[in-house]
């Protein structure tokens, strides 16, 4: 048996928990069972901003939950559902991007933290049915703390990769030998984390005018400049990280190294150009 609930919300509140149900690739059912479970003793009470737009969130509270619902809505002295869930809500979307990815997340970030501390290998599942084997090493989040990454070493690819903690769907700890890893490398990263791992890889470009500008402007994912010689810049950049910032300098930019790269933006670009041809 399952109870309908039916809240109006904020668009403040309700955007957020929105967003984060298609970027964690979560249900909603799921999303709102899990906070109110792990908030109903907790919920904020502070008093809510104002806001003339609201939107109406309608989930099913589960079996599990609702064993214990009325319980918790008289040991919270709760007069109004909808005010409750309200204060649930907000306690939730009132944090950062990275502490409610954590929150959500907390099991999986448990065995990982876990694994780290007692050199440990895993094996991640990932949402999407892949799978791998990694070495742990640490988590870190992007700069602007948008996501939680695990920086780790994949036996299976044979290469230190961070991946995302919100495409993980479980971990399991096994036996296998840990990877020892280059130290001082493994450091540089934790010390100055990016989830591109941009540390001792080399981009060259040359930039036009207005691309020097858009360098200036465009901060997110924006690399690190080791020197520029006239419109000629080099940056501690990963591939990876370079396809994500500078595809949006167009014709602004060519890229000079590494050759690989180079080619990919010469390959977009040109199908870009075919779908207007």
């Known amino acids: 048996m399952e109870k309908k609930i039916r809240v109006t919300l904020p668009d403040y ?3 957020v928990i929105i967003a984060d149900i298609e970027e964690f690739n979560i249900n909603k059912n799921k999303l709102c069972n899990y906070l109110f479970n792990e908030l109903k003793f907790e919920a904020s009470q502070e008093v809510l901003p104002e806001c003339k737009k609201k939107s109406t969130l309608q989930f099913n509270l589960n079996k599990k939950n609702l064993e214990t619902y009325y319980e918790v809505l008289e040991e ?3 007069q109004v559902e909808a005010a409750f869930f309200r204060q649930v809500f907000y306690s939730y979307t009132n944090q950062s991007k990275k502490n409610r990815e954590a929150f959500v997340f907390k099991e999986v970030l448990e065995k990982i933290r876990y694994a780290i501390e007692e050199k440990k290998t895993l094996k991640i599942i990932f949402k999407d049915g892949k799978s791998t084997k990694v070495t742990p090493y640490f988590i870190g989040s992007s700069q602007l703390e948008l996501a939680n ?3 780790s070493y994949d036996h299976i690819e044979g290469k230190y990769k961070n991946y995302k903690v919100a495409n993980i769907s479980s971990i399991l700890i096994t036996r296998d030998r840990v990877h020892e890893g280059e130290k001082e490398f493994i450091s540089r990263v934790i010390a100055d984390f990016d989830p591109f ?3 001792g890889k080399l981009v060259v470009a040359e930039l036009t005018d207005r691309g ?4 200036k402007v465009l901060k997110t994912n924006r690399p690190h400049i080791i020197k520029n010689e006239g419109t000629t810049y080099y940056f501690e950049c990963s591939q990876e990280k370079a396809k994500r910032y500078f595809t949006y300098f167009l014709s602004e930019i060519r ?3 590494p050759a690989p790269l180079a080619l990919w933006f010469k390959e977009e670009f040109f199908k870009a150009y075919k779908n207007y041809d």
């Open 13 to 15: 509140i309700y955007d």
């Open 76 to 78: 919270n002295n709760v």
């Open 149 to 151: 990454y695990l920086f």
């Open 197 to 199: 791992l941009s540390k």
């Open 212 to 215: 020097c500008e858009l360098l």
């Open 255 to 257: 890229i000079i190294e």
